[in-house]
């Protein structure tokens, strides 16, 4: 049987949220089976949990922010691409401040946080949605046309194309294709940081945003190039962080999925539509488990070994 996974014990991380810039302890705690990916606020005087779904999604300008019983958590996607990068079902995430914190802009420091503390296979088959028939996403017409589309697959890949006018960007890959089956989403996927323009930077300070975002958590652009002295990490760094977005906001879903997503100029909103979208279609998905580990699609059964 593929298993459902959580963490071996306990772990804990203290950053800063990239937008409210307020100090914040993240603690990581193993979940018994089929409890699901749970957030609580625990600096509030009654603790207040937050499950992850579609439907808890309740603001995607600028990160996915997720509410329950009127207390939120911003910025949840890139700690949520690390579950999905590792496979992991059930955990609790205990925080202390109404934004996940930033770390290094990627989720490389969440995998690390993942990977140390051990992760364990539980005595509960792994459920994953499998989608059946096509669902696609669109807005905008001409130059803000944007889309995103979930079509049937033996396994989970993601296709991201982004359209970005701007020097630094243009020089790089602005398409990048990623399948969990061939691919190891550690090495090439979870190193990519988040990245802004400094005019941007500038009006979202003025707004009271990104008070937490600098050099060390993103990359960030002037007009001409990129201000970080050490350069990218990736060479087309840009368009693989949308894949990690992407596989972060798709992880709200509650289970894995088993499809193949391809996308342009997406992003959270969208994103979080397409789910919507998705499980709108009842005919669209099913809710699979592999009693045979060696029937599971390539990339789950050897996915982020327990150990
Ligand atoms: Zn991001």
Redesign the pocket.
Known sequence: MLQQRTLKSLTKAVGVGLHSGQRVELTLRPAAPDTGIVFRRVDLPQPVDIPISAQAVTDTRLASTISSGGAKVHTV??LMSACAGLGIDNLYVDITAEEVPILDGSASSFVFLLQSAGIALQAAPKRFIRVLKPVEVREGQGASEKWARLTPYNGYKLGFEIDFDHPAVDSTGQRVEFDMGSGSYSRDIARAR?FGFTKDVEMMRANGLALGGGLDNAIVMDDYKVLNTDGLRYNDEFVK?KI??AMGDLHLLGKPLLAAYSAFRSGHALNNKLLRELLSHSDAYEVVTFEDEEKAPQGFAQLARAW
């Open positions: 996607e890139h988040t962080h990690l977005d």
